[in-house]
């Protein structure tokens, strides 16, 4: 099948599109210690959608208002600063786990401050909150939640209540919350996921507005005008029924969704034709092709001109022969969906995904670097120390940014490390990454290169950090070197590590004897002496001389082989039976 543009009619996405309104009212009560925000993601971010949260504090002197405020605007501040990569749902629990922790904290010593008091009255000094948070990504929605504030869902007409509130069931204790941030070590979060629609209306409240007001008529009142007329008038409804605390409430409109999430991306994947072989001057959604770059088998790279920006790409496809495998595809698009998502706020080291809108045939879309890798300028002249330092470090700053993604490359080799015509050193390829969200078939999935696998994931270990870590120690072995530090493994063979690498300084007389002992360590035999990070192995390069590593001592025969032992016993067994053999026959009796 020829490249060629594919008419299928507008398949084309809503933009993430919301109407927001909050108000709030401190009623009867002298102090109004409710507190809401929300907020959108950056233009540059806009996939990462929504946040909005509702917190109703807890206690007496002004305290309850603190840990509300504080438990909202935290949590507001620093989810978009999270990895990209982690689930909605991690980055929840991390963040308000650690506000509780705070908050509790806080209390404890304030508790010290003002001496010993009875259980009661510490409990009415210690700031406490409720709190509700909502999160719209995607096709999604994530709910994190603790304590008796509220979240309704109005779809389609019904009004549904996503939260359970944590209060005491008897009527006179409903207002004696158990759970609430900042009341013990630990806090419990209840969190459900589900699928937005456009049109539903996410509606969070305080009890100072359901505590008083029916369902039916929460739901008929907030579909009355703008999001924020809405959230006015439920509030003064709250208010003239009798309520008795503060009222809050905070309306979330969906108008237009995004495809944000992996899931959606492997969903728009599967349905795509394959995209067929191309050749220069084919245009595709408008991208023309300039050049064939590779043809793996697996793959297919294309040189490509942006119609839009007049700038240069490159298209990723599957081979025709790999098109139909739904693994493979689900592969693709879980690397698209990483490039687009760790290099958001750092591009520096890393390829730049772009977003494909109204594709017509299988591809995702990478920024396009001129320059060479590392494979290719093996062949080359010898580099020099300085090239090597220098390399080293940006690709350990680079791999390091990955790690904090939460993001394991799995396949660090020369092939996958490229020097722009700009300076800058850059990791290639995360089409075998792991990043938590891919499938467990990904997962497990015996991916990599052999010869730059380290001796645990041979053992049977998954790979890690660690072993991107130690990848790159081989790399840059080999390319101070021209040798592999265990020797080239083939695909059906499995790692030998039965002798300690030679030194560098005997293959190549002018390597200084700190960067000798820094390579000796990256490609250890041992985990335990290898770098850790590679933020480890990168302070050690910008140290340099000045702050030398030991030399390791040479790994013992028996931890090499753990079978020398017996071979040792074998061979003196064969030497001391041919003795007795020589003996028997050819001694005098």
Same mark, same amino acid.
């Given at each position: 099948?020829?490249?060629?543009?594919?008419?299928?009619?507008?398949?084309?996405?809503?933009?993430?599109?919301?109407?927001?309104?909050?108000?709030?009212?401190?009623?009867?009560?002298?102090?109004?210690?409710?507190?809401?925000?929300?907020?959108?993601?950056?233009?540059?971010?806009a996939s990462r959608g929504l946040i909005a949260a509702i917190a109703d504090g807890v206690s007496s002197g002004g305290r309850g208002k603190e840990a509300a405020q504080t438990s909202v605007m935290g949590l507001i501040a620093d989810f978009f600063a999270t990895p990209a990569t982690w689930d909605t749902t991690t980055a929840l629990d991390r963040l308000i786990g650690a506000q509780n922790a705070w908050l509790v904290s806080q209390n404890r010593q304030r508790q010290s401050q003002d001496g010993a008091v009875s259980g009661d009255e510490s409990a009415g000094m210690a700031a406490l909150t409720t709190l509700t948070a909502l999160v719209l990504q995607g096709q999604s929605y994530t709910v994190a939640h603790v304590g008796d504030t509220r979240l309704w869902r109005l779809s389609g007409g019904e009004l549904q209540l996503l939260t359970q509130d944590h209060a005491y069931p008897h009527p006179d204790m409903r207002s004696r919350l158990t759970r609430a941030v900042g009341l013990d070590d630990s806090v419990r979060i209840d969190h459900l996921q589900g699928e937005v629609q456009p049109g539903d209306t996410y509606i969070l409240t305080s009890d100072g507005i359901h505590g008083v007001l029916k369902p039916r008529r929460l739901a008929e009142l907030a579909r009355s005008g703008t999001a924020q007329q809405a959230c006015v008038a439920l509030i003064e409804a709250a208010l003239a029924a009798g309520s008795h605390d503060n009222a809050t409430a905070l309306i979330v409109r969906v108008i237009g969704l995004d495809a944000g999430r992996l899931i959606d991306e492997i969903t728009r994947t599967r349905a795509l034709p394959a995209l067929g072989r191309c050749r220069i001057g084919d245009v595709i959604d408008g991208y023309t092709v300039t050049a064939v770059v590779a043809d793996t088998g697996v793959h297919r790279l294309y040189q490509a001109r942006d119609p839009h920006s007049d700038?240069?790409?490159?298209?990723?496809?599957?081979?025709?022969?790999?098109?139909?495998?739904?693994?493979?595809?689900?592969?693709?698009?879980?690397?698209?969906?990483?490039?687009?998502?760790?290099?958001?706020?750092?591009?520096?080291?890393?390829?730049r995904g772009r977003e494909v809108h109204?594709?017509?045939?299988?591809?995702?879309?990478?920024?396009?670097?001129?320059?060479?890798? &590392?494979?290719?300028? #093996?062949?080359? /002249?010898?580099?020099?120390? @300085?090239?090597?330092?220098? $390399? +080293?470090?940006?690709?350990?700053?680079?791999?390091?940014?990955?790690?904090?993604?939460?993001?394991?490359?799995?396949?660090?080799?020369?092939?996958?490390?490229?020097?722009?015509?700009?300076?800058?050193?850059?990791?290639?390829? &995360?089409?075998?990454? #792991?990043?938590? /969200?891919?499938?467990?078939? @990904?997962?497990?999935?015996? $991916? +990599?290169?052999?010869?730059?696998?380290?001796?645990?994931?041979?053992?049977?270990?998954p790979a890690d950090a660690a072993g991107d870590v130690y990848a790159l120690g081989v790399t840059l072995y080999l390319w101070l070197t021209g040798r592999l530090p265990y020797g080239t493994v083939e695909p059906y063979q499995s790692g030998r590590f039965r002798r300690d690498p030679p030194a560098p300084s005997r293959l190549r007389t002018d390597v200084p004897m700190w960067l000798d002992h820094l390579l000796m360590k990256a490609v250890a035999r041992h985990a335990k002496q290898r770098f850790e990070t590679a933020e480890e192995l990168l302070l050690a390069l910008e140290r340099g001389a000045s702050r030398a590593l030991p030399a390791l001592g040479a790994t013992p025969l028996l931890a090499r082989d753990a079978a020398a032992l017996w071979k040792v016993v074998a061979l003196l067994s064969l030497l001391l039976n041919a003795l007795l053999v020589f003996w028997l026959a050819f001694l005098p009796k």
């Open positions: 099948m020829r490249c060629h543009p594919m008419a299928l009619g507008d398949n084309r996405g809503m933009s993430f599109e919301v109407e927001i309104g909050h108000a709030s009212q401190r009623g009867p009560r002298d102090t109004n210690e409710d507190f809401v925000g929300a907020q959108r993601a950056d233009a540059h971010e700038e240069l790409v490159v298209l990723k496809t599957l081979h025709e022969s790999r098109a139909a495998d739904l693994q493979e595809r689900a592969l693709l698009a879980h690397e698209s969906w990483l490039a687009m998502r760790v290099t958001e706020r750092d591009a520096v080291g890393l390829v109204d594709a017509t045939a299988l591809y995702t879309v990478f920024d396009w670097h001129s320059g060479r890798t &590392l494979e290719q300028m #093996l062949a080359k /002249q010898q580099p020099t120390i @300085a090239e090597v330092i220098e $390399a +080293g470090s940006q690709i350990a700053r680079a791999l390091g940014r990955l790690h904090r993604q939460g993001v394991v490359h799995r396949d660090i080799k020369p092939g996958n490390v490229h020097l722009g015509d700009d300076g800058q050193w850059r990791l290639l390829d &995360l089409g075998v990454a #792991l990043s938590g /969200q891919e499938s467990s078939a @990904a997962r497990e999935l015996h $991916a +990599g290169t052999p010869s730059f696998m380290n001796p645990e994931q041979w053992d049977g270990a």
